[in-house]
């Protein structure tokens, strides 16, 4: 299994990125997916999730109404479009997939089996 994330950068307060995790090796339409993040030195913190049928998209309270993840099965790709970026969004992003999944658990890094390798968002002020 592989999830490669991508779309990171240095961007400044009140832009947009997009971040993709294209994943390979698994049956993707089961899987809940979910983005993470970590600042170094920190604990790695949850940032949204989606259910495997779509029936679920919590999203952690600091990015509400500016992050939208979206699930694409035919693509075996999920995405985080994250708008008005805020200096305190910079962090190392993590897309992560995990199998059964039950919705109490999806903020939980612990309910993830396979990892991407981080893609790094730097917002200026």
């Known amino acids: 299994v592989q999830l490669q994330a991508s779309g990171g950068g240095l961007v400044q307060a009140g832009d947009s990125l997009r971040l993709s995790c294209v994943a390979s090796g698994l049956t993707f339409r089961r899987y809940t997916m979910a983005w993470f993040r970590q600042v170094s030195g920190e604990e790695r913190e949850f940032v949204a999730a989606v259910k495997w049928d779509g029936t679920s998209r919590p999203y952690a309270d600091s990015v509400k109404g500016r992050f939208s993840i979206h699930k694409d099965n035919a693509k075996n790709t999920v995405t985080l479009q994250m708008n008005s970026l805020k200096p305190e969004d910079s962090a190392v992003y993590y897309c992560?997939?995990?199998?059964?999944?039950?919705?109490?658990?999806?903020?939980?890094?612990?309910?993830?089996?396979?990892w991407g390798q981080g893609t790094l968002v730097t917002v200026s002020s």
């Open positions: 992560a997939a995990g199998q059964q999944v039950i919705t109490s658990s999806m903020k939980t890094s612990q309910a993830y089996h396979y």
